[in-house]
């Protein structure tokens, strides 16, 4: 994303580093109830982002309300798409956030086109629709409400427990289309992910909203990503996050190991080299050069060391390379009401019911 495609207007020229000369930039926030975070908000040309059809992702359409992520996980994916604001992928990713106030006026024009097919839209498949600023912006009402009325199915992935305040509202929209909603959670233990993931929901309260989500009637799917070779790949890690992850409520786990694209390798070498120096050597040899994935080997044994353990859970598990591609749809079910009490049954709607979204944050 550059920022001369996402705005409109011209306002300021005298901002920040990184934002200079930059058009649509409606105003730069910072709030003591946000210490050490600044927002940037601004009015975007387009809320649905369509993913190339190239892409190995199962849909075929976004939406993302926030760049950068107050999560500040050190293995997150996302953090090189910064680059393309001129802002780093470190501290500024984590900081620097950019909020498009105006992504429900935007989406709600995009969705009465009648081009519009209506195909399932994706939240989180970047940055984290739920993160902190949500709680300020509140933007993702609004989205769930016109995507519901227009008759567009919605997938979901998220590790914040702000969720919990739209429940009321996604039960609502599963009355009309199919919901798929999706928790990632990759830490078990609590110390290494206050360090990893210093900006997130503790574990703990991610499986409470996991639990809430089930007791709505939400299938819901925990994404076991990225697992850290020597770090969480354990069987004693592994079975303490299955077994955990089966106490929540939640039906499915997608599991996989670290990926390390270019722009976050920088980052998480650093924090690497910080937190476990003994380890560097070890995951160099892993991700040599610009190789992002673990090596097809690691993989494969990781899968044989998950698989067992998941089947003494009885959860339903998929490892990230098998990952259905595009053509099918994300969830293959939906969420109904069937008591005047407001509890609700999940009805398939097609075979081998499965998640939504095999990208974190």
Same mark, same amino acid.
């Given at each position: 994303m550059r920022w001369q495609g996402q705005k409109l207007g011209d306002v300021d020229e005298a901002a920040l580093p990184g934002l200079e000369a930059r058009s649509g930039v409606l105003r730069t926030v910072k709030t003591p109830a946000f210490?050490?975070?600044?927002?940037?908000?601004?009015?975007?040309?387009s809320a649905l982002n369509h993913v190339p059809g190239a892409s190995r992702m199962p849909f075929a359409w976004t939406i993302n309300p926030y760049r950068g992520c107050s999560h500040a996980c050190v293995y997150c994916f996302a953090r090189?798409?910064?680059?393309?604001?001129?802002?780093?992928?470190?501290?500024d990713f984590d900081s620097q956030i950019v909020v498009k106030v105006n992504v429900v006026e935007v989406l709600e024009r995009e969705l009465r086109r009648g081009s519009?097919?209506?195909?399932?839209?994706?939240? $989180?498949?970047?940055?984290?629709?739920?993160?902190?600023?949500? $709680?300020?912006y509140a933007l993702m009402p609004g989205i769930?409400?016109?995507?519901?009325?227009?008759?567009?199915?919605i997938s979901i992935l998220t590790k914040g427990t702000l969720i919990r305040r739209d429940i009321p509202l996604l039960v609502k929209a599963a009355e009309r289309v199919p919901v798929d909603v999706q928790m990632s959670i990759a830490m078990y233990d609590d110390a290494l992910q206050k360090a990893i993931e210093p900006g997130a929901p503790t574990t703990q309260a991610r499986l409470d909203t996991v639990r809430a989500?089930?007791?709505?009637?939400?299938?819901?799917?925990?994404?076991?990503?990225?697992?850290?070779?020597?770090?969480? /790949?354990?069987?004693?890690?592994?079975?303490?996050a299955l077994r955990r992850i089966k106490d929540s409520g939640a039906r499915t786990?997608?599991?996989?190991?670290?990926?390390?694209?270019?722009?976050?390798?920088?980052?998480?070498?650093?924090?690497?080299?910080?937190?476990?120096? /003994?380890?560097?050597?070890?995951?160099? $040899?892993?991700y040599p050069g610009a190789s992002a994935e673990a090596p097809k080997a690691y993989r494969q044994w990781l899968a044989r060391r998950v698989r067992p353990l998941i089947r003494l859970y009885g959860l339903d598990a998929r490892h990230e390379d098998d990952y259905p591609r595009r053509g099918m749809r994300p969830g293959q079910g939906h969420v109904q009401p069937n008591t005047p009490g407001g509890a609700v049954s999940f009805t398939p709607t097609g075979p081998a019911a499965t998640p939504a979204q095999p990208m974190l944050f």
């Open positions: 210490e050490g975070m600044t927002f940037h908000e601004v009015l975007s040309k090189g798409t910064h680059e393309y604001l001129d802002l780093d992928g470190g501290a519009w097919n209506h195909e399932t839209v994706a939240l $989180g498949t970047n940055t984290d629709p739920y993160q902190r600023a949500e $709680g300020r769930i409400q016109a995507l519901a009325a227009s008759g567009t199915p989500l089930a007791d709505a009637g939400f299938p819901v799917t925990v994404f076991l990503m990225p697992i850290l070779p020597h770090l969480t /790949d354990s069987v004693e890690a592994i079975d303490t786990v997608i599991y996989g190991a670290l990926h390390l694209r270019p722009g976050v390798k920088p980052w998480f070498f650093e924090w690497l080299e910080r937190n476990r120096p /003994d380890l560097v050597s070890s995951y160099r $040899g892993l």
